[in-house]
């Protein structure tokens, strides 16, 4: 039986959810587990992150930092979009703001990927009357391998669109990388807490804020949401004086890092209180 645990960001940006998550992969993995990371829905810009942009042309795929540094961390050989089933690219600075709208100002493509009929099919999107020459030069290469492209033309038809493809999307992917991983550690969009089955089957949620961890139980989290006619778009702080996390730890503060190399050192300084954390929580056992 797989177990699954979910990490969530306290704050929209900057709060530690990918260096947290492959630390902890690392440090399951070196305990004898077979760890993976899974993003099912991550967003990144094509300037601010031009390197991956770069990787993506060559590639003809299209992904970001936190996809590429989970499968690093993962160290499995499965294409990306298992790691990560959905993903944005917008032409300028991704802000959420804890609505779609902000991201669908800025939209450059969009992938969905299914893993159906014993094989990976992408469907990819963009803006109608897109003109940025980096996304359009993109799109044709990505186009030659897509199973569908589709030209989104209003807020409504990009909401539209998730609505259909997001569940099978993330199902399919999740349901997949389960017959691989005996541990799955999800890293959440921004700070999004909308319960996608990964997320209703973890067992732990942990919430990172910087240097404190806070693990609730998935039964409190989830009932903390129920209340809300719109769980797509809730964020943590508006559920976050509902439930009381059941564990809080402190680790050290550590800089963010782009350079896959730092990976190992960043789970080594993280070592003896993530091996603590994994043993108090019987993620090692």
């Known amino acids: 039986m797989t177990v699954v645990v979910s990490i969530l960001g306290a704050k929209e940006f900057d709060s530690g959810k990918t260096t947290f998550s492959t630390s902890l992969i690392l440090t399951l993995r070196k305990k004898g587990k077979n760890a993976t990371g899974f993003k099912p829905l991550a967003g990144h810009e094509c300037i601010e992150q031009y390197d991956f942009y770069l990787k993506n042309l060559q590639e003809s795929k299209l992904y970001g930092h936190d996809a590429y540094f989970l499968q690093i961390a993962s160290q499995v050989t499965l294409p990306i979009e298992v790691i990560n089933p959905v993903d944005i690219m917008t032409k300028y600075d991704l802000n959420f703001e804890g609505h779609y709208s902000s991201v669908y100002d800025d939209l450059g493509i969009g992938r969905f990927s299914f893993y159906e009929e014993d094989r990976i099919k992408n469907i990819y999107y963009y803006r109608k009357g897109l003109k940025d020459k980096l996304c359009i030069k993109l799109l044709d290469k990505l186009k030659l391998k897509a199973e569908e492209v589709i030209e989104v033309s ?9 609505k259909k493809y997001y569940q099978r999307s993330v199902s399919s992917m999740f349901n997949f990388l389960k017959k ?21 089957e973890s067992e732990l949620i942990f919430v990172c804020n910087l240097n404190e961890i806070y693990v609730h139980e998935k039964e409190q989290f989830l009932e903390s949401i129920k209340e809300s006619k719109d769980p797509f778009l809730l964020r943590f702080k508006d559920i976050s004086e509902k439930m009381k996390p059941k564990y809080t730890f402190k680790l050290p503060f550590l800089e963010s890092t782009d350079d896959e190399k730092q990976l190992e050192k960043q789970a080594k300084e993280y070592a003896l209180e993530l091996e603590k954390i994994a043993e108090q929580l019987k993620l090692t056992n």
């Open 180 to 200: 691989f991983a005996d541990t799955i550690v999800i890293e959440s969009f921004n700070d999004s807490v909308y319960p996608a089955q990964p997320v209703e």
């Open 154 to 162: 209003s807020f409504e038809e990009f909401l539209e669109i998730h």
